[in-house]
């Protein structure tokens, strides 16, 4: 019973069961309706950890295939319409990117890459952030689970530099000499590298698809376009406010270089794997950058990166089997996709449009948009996973935001943009949090005050820097 808490999970099915048996509004068809209610109690679900996410979403596919809402009468084509987005390209994309980010774990290439930022970069402490940043963002279009690439290649090295410095996590009167600072900044710069590209965490292709399900168009390329500039800022600034406001005591990091050139050579000369692991990773950038040239799909060349990685033997077949993050992220996207992807099919989403304008229509777009990303960013505080709260909001708020007139592009990337760095605000708002937290070096408090702090600066950069930028570029 670890994994399924029974009085979490009673309030989740009594709550999808009110809604079921609540009047269906006028203008909302009754399958739309049964379906929000099957939505909403899974996202419930998710948020109070009744069960594992997956789980969860395998209870909403046996609910909405005995229910009908998707084929009423009609069983059979109902089961067929819940699997439907298990083929949906994007979904796949997601799965297969983190194949590829284990050729990096793997291989040890993303740990040298790191050290090699740290040997140049790392003489001081702020330096030493800038440094494990940048290695951060290097990895970040290759690696979309940012759980991944913060968590088991950046956390280590921060530690390892942290405890290095003598500021341990086991001695709280050390944490605030360099492991405190360290921490968060990692964890930001890991969120700001998540929003520039499209497969820098796993929730940006989500919103792609939601945003294409309402004839918004976004391509690797495009999104990298459009958060190369607030992104670069944003990278600049975070580090220089979380020196200002959480410095740390330690000032001068000099032996750090001499630290990461010592793991270098215990790593040894760069292997015939890690050359190839190189050439791959250069391959998907080039055909995610230039895909739209040759007319091939950022899906098409994942699987090509996936397929040169096991021909080189650089993964096996084992290793595939093995990525077990993988495979749970494919089924509980699938399922959300699903579910969210159908109430817009099912009318759901362009009703929930026009009622919110009814409310704020009156509004100039100019004023509505940072409404509406106000919204977003501070409702986080309800989501314990970015995912659930792209699932939950993020098309309903793009629908709101188009029928106000706000420009699609724009809110569609800045509402893209904001699922990463929302997860500032607290101590569990995206996959890489807990395990940054878990080290010990920051307490709850100064998490959500700093989190505050930096996420408050992010939101604006993205907002202005970006919005101008992208009114630069023809994006609006």
């Not at 099915?13 to 203008?27: D, H, K, M, N, T």
């Not at 977003?376 to 029928?403: D, I, N, P, Q, R």
């Not at 940054?436 to 709850?444: A, C, T």
Request: hydrophobic fraction near 55%; proline fraction near 4%.
């Amino acid at each position: 019973m670890k994994e399924i808490k029974l009085s979490r999970l009673a309030i989740t099915v009594l709550f999808g069961a009110a809604i079921w048996l609540s009047p269906v509004p006028e203008g909302v068809k009754p399958e739309a309706w049964h379906l929000l209610a099957i939505f909403l109690a899974t996202i419930l679900g998710i948020i109070l950890k009744a069960a594992s996410m997956g789980t969860m979403c395998m209870m909403a596919i046996a609910a909405v295939a005995l229910s009908g809402v998707l084929a009423p009468g009609n069983p059979s084509k109902s089961i067929s319409l819940a699997l439907r987005s298990f083929g949906d390209k994007v979904i796949w994309l997601i799965g297969i990117s983190f194949f590829i980010a284990r050729g990096f774990i793997k291989t040890g290439l993303g740990n040298r890459i790191a050290y090699l930022f740290v040997r140049v970069f790392g003489k001081s402490s702020l330096g030493l952030a800038y440094g494990l940043g940048l290695a951060d963002l290097a990895l970040a279009p290759a690696i979309p689970s940012n759980t991944a690439r913060g968590g088991g290649i950046i956390y280590p090295i921060m530690k390892s530099m942290s405890i290095s410095f003598d500021s341990v996590p086991d001695k709280p009167e050390t944490h605030r000499k360099l492991g405190s600072f360290l921490t968060l900044n990692s964890y930001n710069m890991n969120l700001i590298a998540s929003s520039m590209f499209l497969t820098g965490t796993a929730s940006n292709p989500m919103c792609q698809k939601f945003a294409a399900d309402l004839g918004i168009r976004i391509t690797w390329m495009s999104w990298a376009i459009a958060g190369i500039v607030p992104g670069l800022v944003a990278f600049f600034v975070i580090p220089l406010v979380l020196y200002k406001v959480y410095p740390p005591e330690l000032k001068k990091t000099g032996d750090a270089p001499a630290l990461a050139k010592q793991k270098l050579a215990e790593m040894g000369p760069v292997t015939k794997n890690e050359w190839l692991m190189l050439l791959a990773f250069a391959v998907l950038l080039f055909l995610w950058i230039t895909g739209d040239l040759f007319g091939i799909d950022a899906t098409t060349t994942a699987f090509l990166g996936l397929v040169l990685l096991l021909l080189t033997s650089v993964l096996t077949w084992e290793d595939v089997k093995a990525e077990k993050g993988a495979w749970d992220t494919i089924v509980w996207f699938a399922v959300l996709v699903m579910m969210a992807s159908s109430l817009n099919e099912l009318g759901f989403i362009g009703w929930f449009s026009e009622l919110i304008k009814t409310k704020i229509g009156d509004l100039s777009w100019q004023i509505a948009f940072p409404v509406i990303m106000i919204v977003y960013f501070l409702s986080h505080y309800l989501f314990a996973s970015a995912t659930a709260h792209v699932a939950a909001m993020y098309a309903a708020l793009l629908g709101v935001g188009v029928s106000i007139g706000i420009p699609g592009l724009l809110l569609a990337f800045m509402l893209g943009f904001c699922g990463s760095f929302y997860g500032t605000l607290t101590h569990y708002g995206h996959g890489p949090a807990p395990v940054f937290f878990g080290s010990g070096f920051v307490d709850i408090k100064n998490w959500w005050t700093k989190g505050l702090i930096t996420g408050v600066i992010m939101l604006i950069i993205y907002m202005v820097v970006g919005g101008l930028w992208m009114k630069v570029i023809g994006y609006y």
